[in-house]
């Protein structure tokens, strides 16, 4: 696939009957998706699920994509959604405290010569424990990156919204975290995962496909 190709005119090919071409868009979003439902959810294999399904509900509504903007932005709202429905419908669904055998780490230590697989437990159960609005915009600006007008699109508030809930996000981080998190080492997505989602819904993509040609 040419790299240059738009996610427009990919659209218009798999419209036009490259269902297969879906898969670039699979791999292409799954490391935003994963970082936004955990983000709500906070639960690897629930997000996961959910992904899957803003995945066909994307699919099967690409017809109605208008581009009133970007597709980015557009299948990020129908991530949101699915989580945010997810969480309603598992009301009794609580944040975990972190566990006291963690208390002993030096959180003085800096995170770049670190790479620890229980500072980042740590970690990110801080950003997790954050309130769900702050949360959200944290992850969505700070982990994966997005800028404000995205952000501002995926979740329908204005801009003035996005900035005070990212300071209030990072204000509610303890210091000794906020100074030493750096972006990309939470929610790590990896190959393997994403091969796992990409088998999952291209082969519902086929099921869909089979039972409407049929």
Not at 59 to 73: E, I, K, R
Not at 118 to 133: D, Q, T, Y
């Amino acid at each position: 696939m040419n790299a240059s190709i738009s996610d427009d005119q990919l659209i218009q090919k798999i419209l036009n009957g490259e269902k297969h071409l879906f898969e670039v868009f699979v791999r292409k979003f799954n490391q935003q998706l994963y970082r936004i439902s955990m983000s709500i959810v906070n639960d690897e294999q629930e997000a996961e699920d959910i992904m899957q399904i803003a995945y066909l509900n994307a699919y099967q509504n690409l017809s109605g994509f208008n581009n009133q903007s970007s597709f980015s932005t557009w299948l990020t709202r129908i991530l949101i959604n699915e989580s945010i429905l997810h969480k309603k419908q598992k009301m009794n669904l609580k944040i975990k405290v972190i566990e006291s055998k963690y208390k002993h780490i030096d959180t003085k230590t800096p995170l770049g010569n670190l790479m620890n697989k229980e500072l980042k437990i740590i970690l990110e159960k801080a950003v997790a424990a954050l309130p769900e609005k702050y949360r959200i915009v944290f992850v969505m600006r700070e982990v994966h990156g997005m800028s404000t007008n995205e952000t501002m699109e995926a979740l329908d508030i204005g801009e003035s919204n996005v900035k005070i809930r990212l300071i209030r996000a990072k204000a509610m981080l303890r210091t000794e975290l906020s100074s030493y998190w750096q972006p990309g080492q939470l929610y790590e997505f990896n190959l393997v995962r994403c091969d796992v989602i990409v088998k999952h819904v291209m082969t519902q993509i086929n099921l869909i496909s089979s039972s409407v040609q049929g």
